[in-house]
């Protein structure tokens, strides 16, 4: 069983619908985030959290500690949402990340 | 002001040849992750490296696999008598100092595609 699980594995939503993708984690954490991959493209950092919920523009990532869960949301989603979304955790003090297998999104006009 | 740069953005070999894959992470940054992602498959934590120093290498192979990130240059990462199996996206990531002790999340280059013939 993988450290890091996100669900759904595949996602395919129309124009304007909102989306939650969720990540549970088995283990102790420092921290949780949220990194977004374009196909062929780099990586990129969404969100880090610890604690609560961070929100950009229209992007929202929560976290709850004690039930090792937390959820990427995007309202009014947009073709360019589509991309992976991945789920990286970092435990204790090490300092590399542990992530998930990741959530491929297709927003469809 | 510039991110991760990596290059190469591509990378072919043929099998038995070297791989050299390059890093320089942001301005300011002293510490250097290195990942991999296989075809199909999640993101793999392989080394952490500071200036002159590897932290931890508990995900490289053990066998043709190196890195290094001297006190002046890009962090470089080697693969020796390349296989098919090392075809893969080879991510980096750097961050100002030891993230466990920060707020500071890493960040990522563009990554290097390596592809073996």
């Known amino acids: 069983k993988n450290e890091v699980e996100q669900s759904p594995q595949n996602l395919t939503a129309q124009e304007g619908e909102f989306i939650t993708i969720n990540c549970s984690y088995s283990?102790?954490?420092?921290?949780l985030h949220w990194l977004q991959q374009h196909p062929g493209g780099g990586i990129v950092s969404l969100f880090m959290?610890?604690?609560g919920k961070k929100k950009h523009g229209r992007l929202i990532a929560t976290i709850n500690i004690q039930e090792k869960h937390s959820s990427l949301h995007i309202t009014a989603s947009h073709p360019r949402d589509s991309a992976v979304y991945i789920c990286?955790?970092?435990?204790?003090?090490?300092?590399?990340?542990?992530f998930g297998t990741g959530t491929r999104l297709q927003v469809t006009l | 002001n510039a991110g991760v740069m990596q290059n190469p953005r591509h990378l072919v070999r043929r099998r038995g040849q070297e791989a050299r894959l390059r890093c320089s992470p942001m301005k300011g940054h002293s510490h250097v992750y290195w990942y991999r992602q296989l075809p199909e498959e999640g993101l793999k934590f392989m080394v952490y490296l500071q200036k002159e120093n590897i932290i931890d290498e508990s995900g490289m192979p053990k066998e043709r696999f190196s890195a290094e990130f001297p006190k002046e240059g890009p962090s470089i990462l080697r693969i020796q008598q390349v296989v098919r199996g090392d075809s893969a996206a080879y991510f980096c990531a750097s961050s100002p100092r030891q993230v466990s002790y920060s707020n500071q999340p890493q960040h990522f280059g563009d990554g290097t595609r390596l592809s073996i013939l």
């Open positions: 959290l610890s604690s």
């Open positions: 283990v102790g954490i420092s921290a």
């Open positions: 990286a955790v970092r435990t204790g003090t090490a300092s590399k990340l542990t």
